[in-house]
C-alpha cells in the first residue's frame, strides 16, 4: 500500500456553511485578492487524484460554462447515485466510496483531493477515511445554507499541524488525524 493520504480541502463561512440554500458560492469572492492563493498552488501540486460530490460537480459546471478544469489537472472522480459512462477525463463512480479510497491508496501517486460537498464529506467521515482537513474560514457569516459538517458521525480526534491568517480575514486551519 502506498502512503497516499486523502485531504478535505475546502473553504467554510465563519458559521459553518459551505453553500447558500439555493447552493450559491459568490460569497466565497470576499476573499479573492491578486496574488494570493491561500496555498492552493502548493497544495495542489502535492496531490494527482481529485473526488467531489455531483452536485458539487454540477455547480462548478454552471460557473465555468460547462467546462470542469479539474479534469485538466487531476484523475477526476465524481461521485455519484447513477451509472454513467466517463467522459472529458472524468470516472463518475457509483459504487461504495471506501472501495475508491482503497483502490486509489493501494496504487502509486501523490495524495488525494476531496473538494465536498458535505454528503460527500459525511460519508468519508462515516468511514473514517479523511486522513488530512485543510479548511479555510471565510470572514463572513452567512445565517442559513449548506453545513460542511452534517453531524451524527462518529467522534475523530485531530490534531493542529499549522494554522495562518491572511490580510483577508480568512483563516486556515491544518488538521491530521489522530492515530
Known amino acids: 500500500m502506498s502512503n497516499r493520504k486523502l485531504v478535505l480541502y475546502i473553504s467554510m463561512s465563519l458559521d459553518g456553511f459551505i453553500a447558500t440554500k439555493e447552493d450559491d458560492i459568490s460569497w466565497l469572492s470576499i476573499v479573492e485578492k491578486e496574488g494570493e492563493d491561500y496555498g492552493y498552488a502548493a497544495f495542489t501540486s502535492s496531490v494527482d487524484a481529485y473526488i467531489v460530490g455531483s452536485k458539487t460537480y454540477e455547480t462548478v459546471l454552471t460557473l465555468t460554462n460547462g467546462v470542469f478544469p479539474q479534469a485538466e489537472q487531476f484523475d477526476c472522480y465524481v461521485i455519484t447515485r447513477k451509472e ?36 460527500i464529506v459525511k460519508m468519508l467521515m462515516d468511514k473514517d477515511l479523511i486522513d488530512e482537513y485543510i479548511v479555510s474560514i471565510i470572514p463572513i457569516v452567512l445565517g442559513d445554507g449548506k453545513r460542511l459538517f452534517k453531524g451524527e458521525t462518529k467522534r475523530i480526534n485531530l490534531k493542529a499541524i499549522s494554522t495562518k491568517q491572511y490580510e483577508s480575514g480568512l483563516i486556515q486551519i491544518h488538521y491530521v488525524k489522530e492515530q
Open 84 to 119: 454513467r459512462p466517463s467522459e472529458n477525463g472524468i470516472t463518475f463512480y457509483n459504487r461504495p466510496i471506501e472501495e475508491l479510497i482503497a483502490e486509489l491508496k493501494s496504487k502509486a501517486g501523490k495524495n488525494i483531493y476531496c473538494d465536498g460537498g458535505a454528503q
